[in-house]
Nanobody, 123 residues
């Protein structure tokens, strides 16, 4: 069955960095766009970043541009989110997602979701 397993979350000080990883299985990874979303306490889940299937074109929400970088390794069936210059407002559960269309991810939709990994940024 489809599985998306996130890792790499944790507690970091403001200005620090974390690298999230997502291991995918159970579907043809290279045929899917991949994305990262986040959900802070009391807020709705929101789109963070997405990357296309093959050409590595990537998309970011404005509040992470220049700080976060999404990447993928189709051979390893992995997607990553490098997060630099973290701020307390980045505190959230971060979810990995997979969909056939990158635009659906950008619109907040996805075929598949991971369970999430907690990122906490202290001030």
């Amino acid at each position: 069955q489809v599985q998306l397993v996130e890792s790499g979350g944790g507690l970091v000080q403001s200005g620090g960095s974390l690298r999230l990883s997502c291991a995918a299985s159970g579907f043809t990874f290279s045929s899917y766009a991949m994305g990262w979303f986040r959900q802070a306490p009391g807020k709705e889940r929101e789109f963070v970043a997405a990357i296309m299937r093959i050409y590595d074109n990537s998309y970011y929400k404005d509040f992470v541009k220049g700080r976060f970088t999404i990447s993928r390794d189709n051979g390893k069936k992995m997607v990553y989110l490098q997060m630099n210059s973290l701020k307390p407002e980045d505190t959230a559960v971060y979810y990995c997602a997979a969909d056939g269309l990158v635009q659906r991810l950008r619109n907040g939709r996805s075929d598949y979701w991971g369970q999430g990994t907690q990122v906490t940024v202290s001030s």
